[in-house]
């Protein structure tokens, strides 16, 4: 299947959420107000259609793939979306590719993504920007890293800005997954976003470790908060001369409806790279570009979509 730009793309990472995350967030005290006003200041959300009981999550989805000639989607799932992420996924087969949201803090951390394991996840989400006083080398993640590389699962981290006002940017550096990525040479980590305003840090991470990948998910806003000026071509140019095109994978960050799934940053990012591969001495040819938008995706998890 080839996209609306003309290659095969798997979408390494979005979002998938239920009816149950809206009541979760309520009961955490999350205001719809709060909510919507961020996403209008630092996204291009205008508005959101959040699920709700009649609302048919993974068949929209689904549909959405269809529409753009995406071949499947690698979603963050969190608890409250965990039973319907599952359903989703066994009534679409090779549609979607889970990786469960977990929290090292959890007394039941690593025993949940043994479960997820099971449950035929491939991978895991860590969201450090979100901690508070916790770090990804401090010792209650090392439990969580260890039934990773036992049960061979991808470990995605948002690192840097988030969109949620409660975070705490102290843990949000990802030169600090060095020491694990050291520690867990078996294990593939992912700094999302690439790094999310921590652009020269993920590139550090690039040289440093080999099993330490970068995504190139979302609008990428982090780039308007930077002391210089840089735009997509620039950032890849830079990802590439750090790492090579094994390094990187494609994702959008989609999450919610109506905006649906984002092929406003497919097309931006797939523009950016045949522009890179059109320059005199290119940095990435057409097998490389296959390898960010398809093909690291796959090798890294083995999924078959």
Not at 165 to 194: K, T, Y
Request: a negative charge.
């Amino acid at each position: 299947m080839d996209s609306n730009v003309g290659i095969p793309v798997v979408d390494a990472h979005s979002h998938y959420f239920s009816t149950n995350t809206l009541r979760s967030w309520l009961q955490r005290g999350r205001t719809m107000e709060s909510f919507t006003n961020r996403t209008k200041t630092r996204t291009d959300m205008t508005s959101i259609e959040l699920p709700d009981e009649g609302m048919d999550v993974a068949q929209r989805w689904v549909d959405e793939l269809d529409r753009h000639g995406v071949e499947a989607m690698g979603v963050m799932v969190g608890n409250d979306a965990y039973d319907e992420f599952l359903d989703a996924r066994d009534r679409f087969p090779g549609r979607f590719l889970g990786y469960h949201n977990i929290n090292p803090r959890d007394p039941d951390a690593a025993e949940r993504v043994d479960r997820a394991a099971g449950d035929g996840f491939y991978g895991i989400k860590l969201y450090p920007s979100s901690w508070r006083d916790l770090r990804v080398y401090d010792e209650p993640c090392y439990p969580v890293y260890e039934a990773a590389k036992e049960r061979g699962m991808l470990v995605f981290l948002h690192f840097g800005i988030t969109i949620g006002g409660q975070a705490d940017l102290r843990s949000g550096n990802p030169i600090d997954i060095q020491i694990p990525a050291r520690d867990f040479p078996d294990v593939n980590f992912v700094i999302a976003h690439f790094g999310a305003g921590y652009f020269r840090e993920t590139l550090m991470m690039q040289y440093q470790a080999d099993n330490v990948y970068m995504d190139s998910s979302g609008s990428n806003s982090w780039m308007k908060y930077q002391s210089h000026p840089l735009d997509l071509k620039t950032i890849f140019r830079q990802a590439l001369t750090a790492g090579g095109p094994e390094k990187t994978l494609f994702g959008t960050d989609s999450t919610f409806f109506p905006r649906g799934w984002r092929i406003n940053v497919l097309e931006a990012q797939y523009r950016a790279l045949k522009e890179l591969s059109e320059e005199e001495d290119p940095l990435i040819d057409v097998e490389g570009i296959g390898k960010v938008f398809r093909g690291n995706i796959l090798r890294l998890t083995g999924f078959k979509p």
